[in-house]
Nanobody, 122 residues
């Protein structure tokens, strides 16, 4: 079973920094991409950032451009989201999303983690 587990969420002051992580495990054949989405209370889930696992290309939503950065650790199948200059509007549940082909499937599919809460307030 392929699983994604987020960790590192918590509280930060406006202008502060926080890093969250997503670890993939299980029957993984290949990873083509991993990314972050977030859901602000009362709103729909939205795209935040993505890391092409093999291409190493990245892209970000305009709202976090220049403040958030995705990195990875291949040995640990882990992706990180480094968040800087946090704003109250960044408060949300952050979800890890990964495009993974399992050892029992012929094609890749999307997997989701359970989410980790990030709260930014003074």
């Amino acid at each position: 079973q392929v699983q994604l587990v987020e960790s590192g969420g918590g509280w930060a002051q406006p202008g502060g920094s926080l890093t969250i992580s997503c670890a993939a495990s299980g029957d993984i054949f290949s990873i083509s991409g991993m990314g972050w989405f977030r859901q602000i209370s009362g709103k729909e889930r939205e795209f935040v950032a993505r890391f092409g696992w093999t291409s190493e290309s990245t892209n970000y939503v305009d709202a976090v451009q220049g403040r958030f950065f995705v990195t990875k650790d291949n040995a640990k199948n882990t992706m990180y989201l480094r968040m800087h200059n946090l704003k109250p509007e960044d408060t949300a549940v952050y979800y890890c999303n990964a495009e993974i082909r399992s050892t029992t499937a012929p094609t890749a599919t999307a997997y989701w983690g359970q989410g980790t809460q990030v709260t930014v307030s003074s």
